[in-house]
Every structure is written in C-alpha cells, then in structure tokens.
C-alpha cells in the first residue's frame, strides 16, 4: 500500500505569501492529522479529522492557519500570510480507528517549510 | 496532563552491538499505547514499535525490542545488532487509549549514532 503522501516536500517563500501543503492519507484511515516540527517546540499536533470532519484544532498556533479535508483522499493546510517563524517541517498522518493496528499513525515524509 | 521524557540527548553506538534508549512517561491513565518512531536525516517519521499497555508481554520487531515496565512508567528501546543504517533520531511517544485520537505525546528525542 502507499504511505501518506505529502508535497511540496520543500518549499521557500516569502514572508506574507500564502503558502498551502498538501496531503494525501492512507485508503481506508478514518483519522487524518497535521503536526509541526520545530527545534524550539519538538513535534506539535496542530488538527486532525476523522471521517473529513475537523474534531480537534486547538493546535492551530492562529488565524493564519487553516485546514480543510473536502473528501477521504485529500487534505491541505495553508498558512496566509506567512512568517519567518512559521519555518519547519509539517507533517501529514493518518489512522484506522480499529484493528490490530488501530491507534498506530503513519506519517508522511514530511513539507519542509522555510519563509524568509 | 500527559508527559513523556527522554533523558538521553545523544547516543553513540559501535556497529554490532546493542544499544538501549530511555523514556518514562507520566499518566494517570490505566489504558494507552506507547511507540518508537525513527527520524533519520530524510526527516521521514518511522514507525519502529508499538506497545499496548494493557499487554505484558513486551513487543518485538526483529532488532527492535521494548522493555516495558508499566509501574515503573518506564518504556525502553533495545536495538540488537546495531546498524548505520539505524543511525537516527529516535522519539518515544504516548497516546492515551480512547478519546483522544491523534493527540500523540512525544518525547524530545534522542540522538543515536551507529559508528563503523
């Protein structure tokens, strides 16, 4: 099967440019989630969704972040306008909610994000 | 609030032999998981072991093993037959059973170099 797949995996833009990420999940994961990771902060749960709907997004640092997931086999999350702090590398994973392997996520090979 | 810690920075290895990584956590929970993830330089999150605690028996992944102390909130990574292909970072992190989906607890990492 194919892992979660991100892209851009490297993108650099300037401060205030709207930057968006893209994520494809797993077939058949009920659970979609996005993390950050920065030296400062380590690796940070920004939303997830389960079954498309947004459950949990008291990660989202501000208004600037948004995330959507309109069907199963698509997610972004887009930052606008960005700033230099914004810089790090996000991560897109997924989930079954059951099973033997339910509750292990799967991530992504990463976007690395760098505003200057 | 949910904690995991890693109390080893950095790690060096010699090629072959064994190694093992540290991590306690603190939860009032009875009911959770536990993992391994690996991040070599690519930056892409390995899944490496997974552990239910409701399960004695501690986990096994060909070289990978735990030793998983659940009193003692203690839950180790054994690596057997070093290799630098294992030369990563490695995070040990915490998910409680039910309710909170995604919400995984990561510990700040540790560093582990496999010399030749």
């Known amino acids: 099967d194919a892992g979660v797949i991100q892209s851009p995996r490297h993108e650099v833009t300037e401060m205030g440019q709207e930057v968006t990420l893209r994520c494809k999940p797993i077939s058949g994961h009920d659970y979609l989630f996005w993390y950050r990771q920065t030296m400062m902060r380590g690796l940070e749960l920004l939303i997830y969704?389960?079954?498309?709907?947004?459950?949990?997004d008291s990660g989202m640092p501000e208004d600037r972040f948004s995330a959507k997931m309109p069907n199963a086999s698509f997610s972004t999350l887009k930052i606008q306008p960005s700033e230099p702090r914004d810089s790090a590398v996000y991560f897109c994973a997924s989930s079954r909610a059951t099973g033997g392997s339910g509750n292990t996520i799967y991530f992504g090979e990463g976007s690395w994000l760098t505003v200057v | 609030a949910q904690t995991v810690t890693q109390s080893q920075p950095e790690m060096s290895v010699q090629e072959a032999e064994t190694v093992t990584l540290s991590c306690t956590y603190d939860?009032?929970?009875?009911?959770?998981?536990l993992f391994w993830y690996k991040q070599p330089p690519s930056r892409q999150m390995i899944l490496v072991i997974r552990q239910e605690a409701y399960k004695q028996q501690n986990a096994t992944e060909n070289r990978f093993s735990v030793n998983f102390q659940k009193a003692a909130k203690s839950f180790s990574l054994k690596i057997s037959d070093s290799q630098l292909g294992d030369t990563a970072m490695y995070f040990c992190a915490f998910m409680k059973h039910a309710g909170s989906q995604g919400n995984l607890i990561f510990g700040k990492g540790t560093k582990l170099s496999v010399k030749p």
């Open positions: 969704f389960n079954n498309n709907v947004p459950i949990d």
């Open positions: 939860t009032s929970e009875n009911n959770y998981y």
